[in-house]
């Protein structure tokens, strides 16, 4: 089955300590994105990947680190997590690199809450 | 101001109903428009996507985009209570390629 996945769906943890949140495809994928969802806030683009080794930063990306060493892989890293970071989180992925990756395919979504 | 204002909701229609949401934006850049479907604790799911200006129809759901007035629209004919759920419009362009915006979504509930 086609699909993104996330892991983990939920986490709790303390502010300063670093975690890791991986996203993998497993469609081939050249484009992946991570995104944030926030209450009266939407869905803001916080990095994106146009391939293995290339990344950009979105529109939110102060406190987190990306990188993509392998073509379906594409973790999402909190240095030093902070409360204003927690969010519902939400890894993305498509064929199309061009004009935006026009259609994404997005992960279940990973919870998480910075205490 | 936001790159993209879509309209807040939340809205509510009986079954059956024509639904129009919409978007307006101020990029002129934006070349590529896509509408998302989320369902509670889902992540979204493409519905549509248009290139340019002009219209786009599957189904029940059609896409309209007016790039000249910076404003898209999504409607939906014969609504079903499997509707309810967030709309997100999202876009982007051919320059900065890889960057999407999206609206904040609106919330539909289609009542039976």
């Known amino acids: 089955e086609a699909q993104v996945t996330q892991n983990p769906r939920y986490l709790i943890t303390v502010t300063g300590k670093k975690l890791t949140v991986t996203c993998s495809q497993n469609m081939n994928h050249e484009y992946m994105s991570w995104y944030r969802q926030d209450p009266g806030l939407g869905l803001r683009q916080i990095y994106y990947s146009m391939n293995v080794e290339v990344t950009d930063k979105g529109d939110v990306p102060e406190g987190y680190k990306v990188s993509r060493k392998e073509k379906r892989n594409f973790p999402l890293i909190l240095e030093s997590p902070s409360p204003n970071q927690t969010s519902l989180y939400f890894c993305?992925?498509?064929?199309?690199?061009?004009?935006?990756?026009?259609?994404?395919?997005f992960g279940p979504g990973t919870r998480l809450t910075v205490t | 101001q936001k790159e993209v204002e879509q309209d807040p909701g939340p809205l509510s229609v009986p079954e059956g109903a024509i639904v129009s949401l919409n978007c307006t934006y101020s990029n002129s850049a934006f070349q590529y428009f896509m509408w998302y479907r989320q369902y509670s604790r889902k992540g979204p799911e493409l519905l549509m996507y248009?290139?340019?200006?002009g219209n786009k129809e599957d189904g029940r759901f059609t896409a309209q985009v007016d790039k000249s007035s910076k404003y898209i629209s999504l409607f939906i004919r014969d609504s079903q209570p499997s509707d309810s759920a967030t709309y997100l419009c999202a876009m982007s362009g051919n320059t900065n390629a890889g960057k999407s915006t999206f609206g904040d979504g609106t919330t539909l509930t289609v009542k039976p």
């Open positions: 248009t290139y340019s200006s």
């Open positions: 993305a992925s498509s064929l199309n690199s061009g004009g935006g990756a026009y259609e994404q395919y």
